[in-house]
């Protein structure tokens, strides 16, 4: 049987609401101060670009189930309808450009919100950051942020590139979204409100 | 008789450029200049061959001026001056002798660059081998037609044979399919100076062309000379345009580009020999004359661009541009490539219209001939625009240059604007296919294509040429100008260290037609057998060697050099005594 | 006995370790040389159709490829030599997607040294991890080399697969990728798994739709062959070889009471590793079927101070094994023997003669992870 | 005159402002048949709309080429959408400036511009790609041509107008030649239009043929690239569907003309969905396979002209 009728039988799976988040992808909440944190995110209250998400402060934190965890602190209307990121992964474990990949999987579907891959920076609105600042990829991020045209955004993914997380150094961003790695949907609510929708 | 004067003039021009070379190039292309003048008063009398006239002066003219600022080498301006002083005598000749003449004192220069350059030697004694093979082909021809008509002058003839033996015998010169294995124009190019190629490439093809429609009108139409003729020719075409595709040498590509365009101009040739009706074979002639000014002009322009290129492989070469040589080499390929408007792109048309109106006339099994024929040559203008898109990106635009030369670019740039606007003018050539409509073409601008009264098509290259660039102006009002910023190349993050190759530009289609191409993958690279026949064809030029040992052992059995030297005491001879005559 | 690959100063075999380093693998050697006409192409290290960063140096005279170099861009400095309990989050984020093999290797290294032995539900949780693992993988991997051929519906439904294994591993282990979930001797498990049967259908159903189709299996057949009886995961499975962690490794035992029956097919080429992986989904999913998993504490004793082991697993991509000498709590040495670093090697001997557009098949074909490959233990 | 210049506005302006909606209508079916919500039928209308507002990035010392000849590519199409029916069954104001060959000729001007401005950037990524469609070239320029002189050969002019009312009669539409040449012609569609089993874009540069035209613009030549291609798309298709697949239906007249805009909307929907079931079902051929695919389009548009000449005998 051809594909075609194959995808039809399957019907549309795109979820309208957000189901299943993994526990330990949302913020924590908790009090105090924890010393034993690997990263230093709980020097100040919890620091979700720091946070690993490890479970070590548990059960003096534990996650509350909120999802949306990305701050954003430049919107470019523009992109409302039309949105092309360019992940580039400076130095990650893998699981962020997994979990970057999921977005546009039939239950989040990125592409109904207008937001969609691109092989080239050039094509770019957003360069999607995943994983710390290796010194290979320092080159290569340059000239990827060089490469795109403005207006543009940075998009840090994941606290490795956010702060460095266990490894090293993160890059600066516009956009960040916390996790280790963040879910799909905190994913797409950051994209969203990137944007200036939300 | 002034015209007479002219060709004196250009004997003592390539006296005079012995010692001063630059004056004789400057008063050459005066001297052409006053060739195009003799050309349209030619064709003003509705003598097709007056564009020959035309269009060998335009070469020259443009050719010479660029050797002005060109020529580096110390026997350059002499050859160069008689080779055009040779082409001269052919295109005013009035008899078969004087013709040939001309015809052999024009390949002197050829036959110079091979013989200097000794390293080739069996290349150059096939070339030697088949340009007399050749000769004797045309001789035999014109002996017979003036067996039959008993004069020497140009004349109505009463069978085709002489026209066979002369088709033949320029075939061979025009390296046409399949003597295009005997790569004598791709080699004779290739180690010619730009500009004498210039003038080889486009006005050697020009003259044989020239005697071959002049033999073409004066003799008895057939159906089946026509119809071979344009097999053979759509072939050339072909291969001549796929080696172009996958050849590397910066000449020989544009050598081979000319086999191709040879080939189609030999198809319609032989569609006007094979006369479907008087229309059509009207229009077909007229495509011919086309066709040749076509290729003609923007190949002038090409070899004259090489002369900006240091180096022969295209992947190693260097190359002096500039926004002119950019602009004008885009203008020279893009008519190359047999694309509106410009001169070669009408041709192109005219030439794939009148082989599907030839194929309508003759609604019979005959009609298979001129289907396949146009189909192949579309195949061969699909390889030709690869082919000049190879030549233009790794010469030009691919390519970052080491420097510029303003004023060889600008000579470029006017051939390459003058083959964009004669594409428009060239409707001149077709003045009985002229019309208009009520639909925005008025009467004057359409040209169109007919096999009897009514239209089978029609094209207006002047509304093309005007409305693409006030589209391009409305749409650039419409949008705006963008807004620029200069960035590197995205090569994935890194710097490009390896720029991407011409070699590899063509190694596709070494692959994908391993077959024809008889590639071969090496584990260091890959070779092609390009001359398929090249076996064959040595084979056959040492047995016709050994043969005319037998009569003129005197000669061949010596050393090449002193062919030569015979060759041009020999022609020396013949012109005076023509120019007394 | 087989060889499996220099872990540090030792050379790997399926039964022991030796000192020094491992003879080379006749399979594997290519003539270096650079053609005449060529010229390097450089691919990567960021580029659309890399899902990591990695340069890949192509000796090309125009799409053929005459030479492969892969070049790892991204290099990561691990501090793995400090308490355990911090090495091990290191350990975890080496590679994500082989986290649970990754973790589970070295906490078995450790184990090993310190001669913990951690109690069987254990062990079955971690055949779980490694199991579930291997899914998502296998299915990441058929969805790129799907997507390679522009075959949209098949790779939206593998996505849609991967997002449920991803589901299913959140809801028992409480982390999409087996972070903070294993530990010495211990386990975090939240809940039974459930909803299997669903994806077990699905996937059988899109399985065989995309071996069906002709066009697509045309594109992997005779692509990348490699044949090497000393190969590992599914490289060696597909050239027939019945090379496997599970079969020889630390969990073995446990695998065959589980009636674990290894996967291969005849080929060697993409289309073949396509083929093992694709039944490796399923035998996986026959797996875990058999298995009932509770939620239990435990609380594990050492035997020594001090020791050194190794734990060797079958990751998604083949062999993975750990040497970890360890001193009390301290790490003091760590070798990693990664399967990637094989892959890596196979496919540049596999990648050559063929042409530029049989790249992303190839490539893809292997699953290979940068992460793992570029680190250094410090 | 009049009624023929508004004629040729509607034209023009149907092909040009809605040939982005057909990609996107495809666009979201195929979304929603691969399980998704999908995009917008509008988000080709919004991807040019945002790139039109974005930067340029000028690869170092790319020059004029690099920046205006898309605007000329466009300009190229805009022409060709004066000269053949896309929209209008009869001529209109300036269709006698190409014939059906012209025609053919133009596209292969506007494909002849798109390489060169792309080999300007100067990237290995494009010459890549460039490589790719160079060698393709010569099947599809001559199946392009063989396949408008099946028109030609039927009618005895190479005009598609006449063409598309002979059709109109069954015993022509159902003529060997013409199932043929429209067989051809759909087949080269599929090529020209980048569609499967012969090309699709993805994210993988290794695999890019056509796409690679296209990959070091930015802004707003892109926009106009990208528009560009739709209106390639549009014309193309459009030529199958009157001249070829779907000869019906068509209005005459200046309100007639409005009229055709929304018949070729519901054409168009018939050609998407048998594009559809194509995208949906079939993978990417091997490169070199791409060159059978063609040579069985120039074998089968051949043939369709022998049919026609010979058929009389």
Partial sequence: MSWFLKGIRKGIKTEKEVKEIAPWATSLIGNGKFDDCPTKALDNGWNSGKCIFCRKCYPNYSPSGDYRMGSVTRRVPLFKRSFYLYPIDTGSCGSCNVELKLISSPQYDMTRFGIFFTNTPRHADALVVMGVLTDGMEDAFRRAFDAMPNPKLVIALGSCAISGGLFGKGVKADVIIPGCPPSPPTIIDAILRARGEK | ?581 | MRMIGQLGEFCLYSDRIEKGICPERETLKKENYRSIQGFTFAYGPSAGGLLESVGIDLDTFGEYISDVKVIPYKIRKVRVKSIIDNSILYVERINGSFSASHTISFITAIEEGLGIEPPYEVKIGRIVEMELERIRNHLIVMQRVVEAAGFSVPSFQLLYLIEKVNRVIAKSFGHRYFYGVNGLGSLRFYEEIKSLEEIKKEYKEIYRGIIDNRIFIDRLQSNGVIVDKEGIGPVARSASFKNDARNDGNYAEIYKELGFSTVTYDEGDAFGRFIVRGEEVEESLRILSSINLHSVEYESKKRNNEGEGIGRVESPSGDLAYYVKVNENIIKEVYLFAPSSYNILAFSSSMVKNIFTDFPFNWESFGIWLSEVGVIFE | ?313
């Fill in chain 4, 1 to 313: 005159m009049i009624s023929q210049i508004v004629e040729a506005i509607v034209q023009v302006l149907g092909s040009f402002l809605l040939a982005p909606l057909y990609v996107g209508i495809l666009d979201k079916l195929k979304g929603m048949v691969s399980s998704r919500k999908a995009q917008s039928v509008f988000q080709p209308y919004y991807d040019i709309f945002k790139l039109l507002r974005k930067e340029t990035i000028l690869p170092n010392s790319s020059g004029l080429i690099f920046l205006y000849t898309p605007y000329f590519v466009l300009a190229t199409y805009i022409l060709i959408s004066f000269v053949i029916p896309v929209v209008y069954p009869e001529p209109v104001f300036f269709t006698p400036v190409v014939d059906f060959l012209g025609g053919a000729l133009l596209f292969s001007l506007a494909a002849f511009l798109k390489t060169i401005e792309a080999m300007e950037s100067k990237s290995n990524l494009v010459a890549l790609g460039v490589s790719r469609v160079m060698s393709f070239n010569f099947l599809g320029e001559a199946t392009l041509i063989t396949v408008f002189f099946a028109v030609a050969l039927s009618t005895g002019t190479n005009n598609p107008y006449v063409e598309s009312h002979f059709v109109l009669n069954p015993s022509n539409y159902l003529a060997l030649d013409h199932v043929l040449a429209s067989v051809s012609f759909f087949m080269l569609w599929l090529f020209e239009t980048g569609k499967l089993p012969v090309e699709s874009s993805g994210l993988n540069e290794l695999g890019m043929i056509d796409d690679s035209l296209t990959y070091e613009y930015s802004g707003k030549p892109l926009a106009i690239l990208k528009w560009g291609s739709y209106l390639k798309a549009y014309l193309l298709g459009s030529v199958l569907l009157n001249v070829f697949f779907l000869p019906w239906g068509l209005f005459t007249g200046v309100l007639g003309s409005i009229i055709d805009v929304g018949v070729m909307f519901l054409k168009w929907l018939l050609l998407i969905s048998i594009v559809l079931i194509l995208e949906t079902s079939l993978a990417k051929f091997r490169l070199f396979k791409v060159q059978d695919f063609l040579a069985v389009a120039l074998v089968l548009s051949v043939i369709s002209l022998f049919f026609s000449v010979v058929g009389y005998v």
């Fill in chain 2, 1 to 581: 008789m002034i015209i007479e004067y002219l060709i004196i003039f250009t004997l003592v021009l390539a006296l005079i450029s012995v010692k001063w070379k630059r004056i004789a190039y400057a008063l050459l292309s005066l001297d052409s200049l006053f060739f195009i003048w003799f050309g349209i008063n030619q064709f003003s009398l509705l003598n097709y061959l007056g564009v020959f006239s035309i269009v060998g002066g335009f070469v020259w003219f443009f050719s010479s001026l660029f050797s002005i600022f060109y020529d580096h080498e110390k026997w350059l301006a002499p050859s160069f001056i008689t080779s055009i002083l040779g082409m001269q005598i052919a295109l005013i000749s009035s008899t078969y002798l004087q013709f040939l003449a001309g015809y052999e004192i024009m390949t002197i220069p050829a036959y110079f660059a091979i013989g200097v350059n000794r390293l080739m030697k069996s290349p150059a004694f096939t070339f030697m081998a088949f340009g007399e093979f050749s000769t004797v082909l045309v001789l035999v021809g014109f002996l017979d037609a003036y067996l039959q008509t008993g004069s020497l002058y140009f004349q109505h003839v009463f069978t085709y044979l002489p026209l066979v033996l002369v088709s033949f015998g320029f075939m061979i010169k025009m390296g046409i399919f399949p003597f295009l294995v005997t790569e004598w124009l791709p080699i004779a190019h290739g180690s010619a100076p730009s500009n004498l190629s210039a003038i080889l490439s486009a006005s050697m093809t020009l003259i044989a062309v020239y005697g071959l429609t002049r033999m073409a009108i004066l003799s008895p139409s057939d159906i089946f000379l026509g119809l071979l003729l344009m097999a053979i020719g759509a072939f050339s075409t072909l291969f001549g345009s796929l080696y172009s595709y996958v050849n590397e040498h910066v000449k020989g590509l544009l050598a081979f580009s000319t086999v191709e365009n040879d080939g189609a101009i030999l198809a319609s040739i032989g569609l006007y020999i094979s006369y479907p009706n008087h229309v059509l074979s009207l229009f077909a002639l007229a495509t011919v004359t086309l066709f040749v000014s076509a290729h003609s002009l923007a190949k002038t322009g090409l070899f004259l661009s090489t002369g900006l290129i240091q180096g022969e492989s295209i992947s190693s070469s260097n190359t002096l541009k500039d926004t002119f040589s950019v602009v004008g080499v885009v203008l020279l390929t893009s008519s190359m490539s047999g694309l509106l408007p410009t001169l070669g792109g009408v041709a192109t048309w005219a030439l794939l219209e009148s082989l599907f109106m030839d194929a309508f006339v003759l609604h019979s099994v005959l009609s298979i001939i001129p289907i396949l024929v146009g189909t192949i040559i579309a195949m061969g203008e699909g390889f030709a625009t690869a082919a000049m898109i190879k030549y233009v990106s790794f010469t030009q635009i691919f390519k970052t240059s080491y420097g510029k030369d303003i004023r060889k670019s600008a000579i470029v740039l006017t051939v390459g604007v003058l083959v964009l606007i004669a594409g428009s003018l060239s409707i001149f050539l077709f003045p009985s296919f002229i019309s208009g409509t009520n639909l925005g073409v008025p009467p004057g601008f359409l040209l169109s294509s007919r096999f009897s009264s009514s239209a089978f098509g029609g094209i207006a290259p002047f509304f093309i040429l005007f409305l693409i660039p006030f589209f391009s102006l409305l749409l650039i009002l419409v949008f705006g100008k963008p807004k620029t910023r200069t960035a590197e190349v995205w090569n994935n993050g890194r710097e490009i260290k390896d720029k991407y190759t011409s070699f590899a530009y063509s190694n596709n289609i070494r692959l994908m037609l391993r077959k024809l191409l008889r590639t071969k993958v090496l584990i260091n690279g890959v070779e092609i057998a390009e001359d398929i026949f090249w076996i064959a064809m040595l084979k056959i030029s040492r047995s016709y060697i050994k043969f005319s040992k037998l009569i003129a052992t005197a000669y061949m059995n010596s050393d090449l050099r002193i062919y030569m030297v015979y060759m041009i005491i020999a022609f020396i001879v013949v012109v005076l005594l023509v120019v007394v005559i």
